[in-house]
């Protein structure tokens, strides 16, 4: 946890680095100090179904859903949030310049009782750096 879920309309493809996208992203939910690395899974998908306002072809969307744990406090969520999301409209800013864009996100929180997980990532990782780190 957190998972972070681009949507993007299919219309952007071209106009959309969405590699470079997702790597804002992430990073910029690892800077808000709020989520270990291993945890932090962020992935996006292209719809290709879709209607936005006055269904005009050059309309388009980008939607970041944040899910994460519950338990944090709301102000801690909320400079979190503000921080990715500027970070997401910084990236997106040459392109809603000049194509028709909405861009919305939100931050969900996952039941407690409801979220079964296997992990074994932060291991991993772990020991990545410390070889990176020996290494250097």
Sequence with gaps: M???IIEYSSNLSTKLDVQTLV???????LETGMFKLGAV???ATARDIYRIADGHPDNG?????LRIAQGRESQAKRRAGEAIFDAIC??????????????SFEIQE???TLSFKKNNLHEIVRRRTEQTKESS
Excluded: N, S, W
């Excluded at 790597?23 to 939910?29: E, P, S, W």
């Excluded at 910084?90 to 909405?102: D, M, S």
């Design 2 to 4: 957190p998972h972070l």
């Design 61 to 65: 969307f980008v939607h970041l859903v």
């Design 90 to 103: 910084e990236e997106l800013q040459p392109l809603f310049e000049t194509t028709p864009l909405g861009i």
């Design 41 to 43: 899974r962020t992935r």
């Design 110 to 112: 996952i039941e407690q």
């Design 23 to 29: 790597d804002r992203v992430h990073t910029a939910a």
